[in-house]
């Protein structure tokens, strides 16, 4: 039984900054990459930013500059650091973990979603 749960969005203004942490719990063997995704009611979910096992990122044009993933392997969690936010950044976050669990199985896990909205 594999856990993954977001937290720290909320409510802030324009050029404001937010934190989201993603923490994956239970019988883990290995986690892979951490990716974030957002979704807008009606649109499609959009990769924000991925992390590897060895550290390379990768982000969406849109956030470059302004977002930073970083992940703490011994807490198997990881960061989705949100700076310079804009109206447009308003979505549902969500967390993907591809793990191998305790049975060997791989898989995508998904968290549950965090919702950030900014104010203009």
């Known amino acids: 039984q594999v856990q993954v749960v977001e937290s720290g969005g909320g409510l802030v203004q324009a050029g404001g900054s937010l934190r989201l942490s993603c923490a994956a719990s239970?019988?883990?063997?290995?986690?892979?990459?951490m990716r974030w995704y957002r979704q807008v009611p009606g649109k499609q979910r959009e990769l924000v930013a991925i992390i590897t096992s060895g550290g390379t990122t990768n982000y969406a044009d849109s956030v470059k500059g302004r977002f930073t993933i970083s992940r703490d392997n011994a807490k198997n969690t990881v960061y989705l650091q949100m700076n310079s936010l804009k109206p447009e950044d308003t979505a549902a976050y969500y967390c993907?973990?591809?793990?191998?669990?305790?049975?060997?199985?791989?898989?995508?896990?998904w968290g549950q979603g965090t919702q950030v909205t900014v104010s203009s």
């Open positions: 993907n973990a591809h793990l191998t669990d305790g049975s060997l199985y791989t898989y995508d896990y």
């Open positions: 239970g019988s883990i063997f290995s986690i892979n990459a």
